[in-house]
């Protein structure tokens, strides 16, 4: 039997903001229904705050208290400010879930993000039954559905270390547990593990620095508009084009420095330098 707060069984019994909103601004979803658990979030938004938002989910207690607890979070709240919440933030306000239910949070967290990616597109379109998305991130756990950058997102916000902790926050290793080794190859990866200090060829630096870059950097400019482009490596000198709302940004030197250059210094070479070029 699970350990749950009285808030998570307060908004299990009286789920707030259970519904479906027809003219929403945006729409995301996460999980499916093959797997288990789904979640649809509808937003409504007016001069970028969300005004409303409402859920459907098919899933247990924790998915609905979770969902619940996800719309009174952010209605009322600018975009910017809901682009921050992160699964951890919807647990935290539920007074804690049981290690074996955080998934739950993590699926409200997942389903925000994709509204927010899909909020703006005229394209956008509610489709009652589920929808069939594109592959748009490699696939880790084909049981679940569940993608290498989920994953890579749950262990940065939850300092997720042994894959036991990423099954229970993401459910990737929980059926078959073909992918526990492709887990852990992730888990090595993020906190930089290596059983000896290996001397990296050129091109292998180079392919370091790219994955760094691809993998770690731009997803986290993404976030906030931005973006940031590979151009040249010479020597330690490393070339990057910035892009969106990071180019031209007052803050870019600081942005360069303080995040793009420290970040590659600590998982590439000390020696880095990091140079915007046009």
Same mark, same amino acid.
């Given at each position: $039997?699970?350990?749950?707060? !009285? +808030?998570? $069984?307060?908004?299990?019994?009286?789920?707030?903001?259970? @519904?479906?909103?027809d003219d929403a601004d945006a729409i995301g979803i996460a999980g499916s229904l093959s797997c288990g658990d789904q979640l649809k979030i509808y937003l409504k938004i007016k001069d970028g705050i969300v005004t409303d938002a409402k859920f459907q989910t098919f899933g247990c207690g924790s998915a609905v208290a979770s969902s619940s607890m996800l719309t009174e979070m952010i209605i009322g709240k600018t975009i910017d400010e809901v682009k921050k919440i992160t699964n951890k933030d919807i647990a935290d306000k539920l007074g804690g879930l049981p290690p074996e239910k955080m998934h739950c949070s993590v699926m409200g967290y997942e389903a925000l993000e994709d509204a927010l990616k899909n909020y703006g597109h005229d394209d956008m379109v509610d489709l009652d039954d589920l929808r069939e998305e594109p592959v748009r991130e490699k696939i880790v756990c084909t049981c679940f559905n569940v993608t290498e950058n989920l994953i890579w997102d749950a262990i940065k916000q939850n300092g997720l270390k042994t894959v !036991? !902790?990423?099954?229970?926050?993401?459910?990737? @290793? @929980?059926?078959?547990?073909?992918?526990?080794?492709?887990?852990?190859?992730i888990i090595d990866t993020y906190y930089h593990k290596e059983e000896k200090p290996v001397q990296l060829t050129a091109a292998q630096r180079i392919i370091r620095?790219?994955?760094?870059? &691809?993998? +770690?950097?731009?997803? &986290? =400019?993404?976030?906030?508009?931005?973006?940031?482009?590979?151009?040249?490596? &010479?020597?330690?000198?490393? $070339?990057?084009?910035?892009?969106?709302?990071?180019? @031209?940004?007052?803050?870019?030197?600081?942005? =360069?420095?303080?995040?793009? !250059?420290? +970040? =590659?210094?600590d998982t590439v070479d000390k020696n880095i330098e990091v140079v915007e070029v046009e």
């Open positions: $039997m699970w350990d749950y707060s !009285e +808030t998570v $069984m307060d908004h299990y019994r009286n789920p707030r903001n259970v @519904g479906k909103i !036991e !902790e990423v099954t229970n926050y993401t459910k990737a @290793g @929980g059926a078959c547990g073909k992918c526990k080794a492709l887990i852990q190859d620095i790219n994955n760094i870059i &691809e993998k +770690t950097i731009s997803p &986290e =400019l993404q976030k906030d508009g931005g973006d940031i482009t590979l151009v040249d490596i &010479e020597g330690d000198k490393v $070339m990057v084009k910035l892009r969106g709302k990071c180019s @031209g940004c007052k803050n870019s030197v600081h942005t =360069l420095k303080s995040f793009v !250059e420290t +970040t =590659l210094k």
